[in-house]
């Protein structure tokens, strides 16, 4: 476990049915190798048919080091709630096989989690389908969906 750095990399997505999730990542070198470390949120009220799916839609994401997938795989990372920044958040790390070379300070960190249905349940009524898109951080506090609405209610 250690901190994330003051501008760790952010990237998430969004249900269908509303809410979504952040991932919060930092790569770093430990010992000649590649670690990444990182944090995920949800959003504080979500449809109830996205409860409990996060393990598989982690589990499904990457963290690129430039062009090369160091982890694949999110689901060792802990949860936190919805912030407005993951600076400083304590997050938990996995050390790779992959080298540090001298390159890798200045490689994107890029997080990737693909497109997915998360929900689908069918009946003699129809299909009903929950899908997942990366579409950027997704996780919002309850209180931050509060000031956005007052804000725009002026």
Known sequence: MTRLSASPTVDG????SGGGITVAADVIETEGL?????????SEQQSVLTKGVEHKLLGSGSVYLGDTAVVRGLAF??????????AGVLARCVKTDVAWTA???????KIRIPAQNVYVD?????????????TGPGAEAKALLETIVDEIKG
């Open 34 to 42: 590649v670690t990444v470390c990182g944090v995920w949120a949800q």
């Open 103 to 109: 390159d890798s300070n200045d490689a994107a960190i």
């Open 77 to 86: 990372m802990n949860e936190v709630e919805p912030l407005n920044s993951y």
């Open 122 to 134: 069918g009946d003699e009524d129809g299909v009903v389908i929950v899908r997942f898109k990366q």
């Open 13 to 16: 997505g969004t249900y269908s």
